[in-house]
């Protein structure tokens, strides 16, 4: 090997040791200032070609009846994309509005859980709490349809240098700013790896050349001191500030220092930064105006609501060979819907319990999907105090209390009123919450707010309205983990003999509306496709 190869396989085992301890933005911020970051390039959306009504124009075909079981993004991507070549789509949903996890609540909303408790949404006018998805990544295919449709969106604020860190168990006794921890993390890793470099520690593994890229780099972005000064992290401006810079000589009050570098590691804020490099998760980010559910109202509306049957239970599914038939309970009665084609976008957990003819194999595939609990609480206050009092606008405080997050509003700055998401919570933070009522979950919420925001976030609050996904009736989970690449769920991206499958859980961006359109796409040309051919 000679010593080019000896370089670029030394470099690369650095970066992928810089990769594993600081994450993707550390691995491509150090190779910028080795001269190594990737060129730009275009991200393509992945092709897709909607059915037209020239398709069976020129070729003297027409369209399918397709019967779609769900309501949710997914069935009303299908129904909308096969309308627009003239198939004749009913539309089967369970509950009595549709949208499916895209619920967004707004004042005199009514919502009864499966244990019974009923909640009736008192917000003020203007105000909505969007329960379900609250994002949109600008690369997403969302965006497009929001585009198609004609639905207006605005920023969402999905990361804040301005919002709340705090790790109770990490012994944190009050929060501390992101821009603060960050600034003091990115210091403090910057001054060990600089003088771990300056010391030849790195000197099998980078040439003098890179090694002095790297420490200019290093001193930009932790802020950190020279050669002279032993490569030091004593902290800026960049930590924000006891009093703000105003007029004429006044140059401010800084934070001050930083605590120890044991102290800032202990408490366990850098595990935050990572996640606005994700991504599905990175700015700029996008909501509609006026709440998520924006979405499927618009969905809904340009495939006919005439074609969309609510309350509408499915109960069985019969492939009959040359059509399928499915049966559902609506309002008392048993009822049946006879079709070429079915597209069921159920969430795979209950569509396992649906009586078919379909095999048990397709039966175990649904079955193999768990899933998610997930909660969110709105709570809506008479002042927006976080922005005139803490200077929050938009944003997430991360925390290690089973709050998990604290979502602050992206849009009414500086009204008189706004809704914070005062928790939004998975897995076993969910679960502890959903086993309360409505009314636990509003104390249980506030008092570990208070920790973060002090007395008024409990002074101030107005109203509050909790979901918990796990306890909702026809969903029963917020998402799925899918079994990417096993048999079963190999099995499920294929039909069964007239009955396709679609949905989120059946992409690689589970939980995202944009897994539901993908999916739902991919399912619209193969069909089409078939129908096109017999």
Request: proline share 4%; net charge positive; aromatic share 10%.
């Amino acid at each position: 090997m000679n010593h080019h190869e000896q370089s670029a396989v030394s470099r690369r085992g650095f970066l992928r040791a810089v990769g594993v301890s600081g994450g993707a933005g550390a691995m491509l911020a150090t190779m910028g200032a080795l001269g190594l970051a990737p060129s730009a390039a275009t991200s393509a959306v992945p092709a897709f070609r909607a059915p037209t009504r020239s398709d069976f124009n020129l070729t003297g075909r027409s369209g399918a009846r397709v019967v779609v079981l769900g309501g949710g993004v997914a069935g009303l991507a299908v129904a909308y994309e096969l309308g627009k070549a003239g198939y004749d789509c009913t539309v089967l949903e369970a509950r009595s509005r549709a949208g499916g996890r895209n619920l967004t609540i707004r004042g005199g909303s009514v919502e009864t859980d499966l244990d019974g408790h009923t909640q009736r949404a008192n917000f003020s006018d203007g105000v909505y709490f969007n329960a379900g998805p609250g994002r949109i990544a600008q690369w997403m295919v969302t965006m497009d349809y929001c585009r198609e449709l004609g639905v207006p969106v605005e920023v969402f604020t999905n990361a804040n240098a301005d919002a709340w860190i705090y790790n109770e168990s990490a012994g944190m006794t009050a929060p501390v700013r992101y821009r603060t921890a960050k600034a003091d993390v990115y210091g403090y890793v910057s001054e060990l790896l600089a003088k771990a470099t300056d010391q030849g520690a790195l000197d099998d593994r980078l040439s003098a050349e890179d090694k002095q890229r790297l420490l200019s780099f290093l001193q930009s972005y932790g802020a950190i001191g020279g050669r002279t000064g032993g490569w030091a992290y004593t902290g800026t401006s960049r930590r924000g500030y006891l009093e703000y810079p105003g007029a004429g000589n006044d140059e401010g009050v800084p934070l001050g220092a930083p605590p120890a570098l044991a102290d800032v590691f202990a408490s366990n804020v850098g595990r935050y930064f990572a996640f606005e490099t994700g991504y599905d998760q990175a700015m700029l980010m996008f909501q509609p105006v006026g709440g998520m559910d924006q979405i499927p109202k618009a969905l809904a509306k340009a495939v006919g609501l005439q074609r969309i049957q609510l309350g509408a239970e499915v109960t069985g599914v019969t492939d009959r060979g040359g059509r399928v038939e499915v049966t559902y309970r609506q309002g008392g009665r048993d009822r049946i819907v006879r079709a070429d084609f079915c597209v069921a976008t159920m969430p795979p957990h209950l569509m396992a319990r649906v009586p078919h003819n379909l095999g048990t194999g397709v039966t175990a595939a649904l079955a193999g999907f768990p899933a998610t609990a997930s909660g969110k609480i709105g709570l809506e206050y008479r002042s927006r105090w976080w922005e005139l009092d803490q200077r929050i606008y938009g944003g997430i405080t991360e925390t290690d209390l089973d709050l998990s997050h604290i979502w602050y509003p992206s849009s009414g700055f500086h009204g008189r009123r706004g809704l914070i998401v005062g928790y939004y919570n998975t897995g076993s933070n969910a679960r502890t919450y959903s086993a309360l009522t409505p009314l636990q979950r509003a104390e249980r919420a506030v008092a570990q707010g208070v920790k973060i925001h002090g007395d008024k976030y409990r002074t101030e609050l107005a109203t509050s309205y909790s979901h918990a996904w796990d306890r909702t009736r026809y969903l029963e989970g917020a998402w799925t983990s899918p079994p990417h690449g096993t048999a079963g769920y190999n099995l499920l991206l294929q039909p069964a003999g007239r009955v396709y499958f679609a949905g989120d859980w059946l992409s690689h961006e589970t939980a995202w509306q944009h897994g539901s359109f993908v999916s739902a796409r991919t399912v619209v040309t193969a069909l089409h496709q078939r129908v096109m051919a017999d």
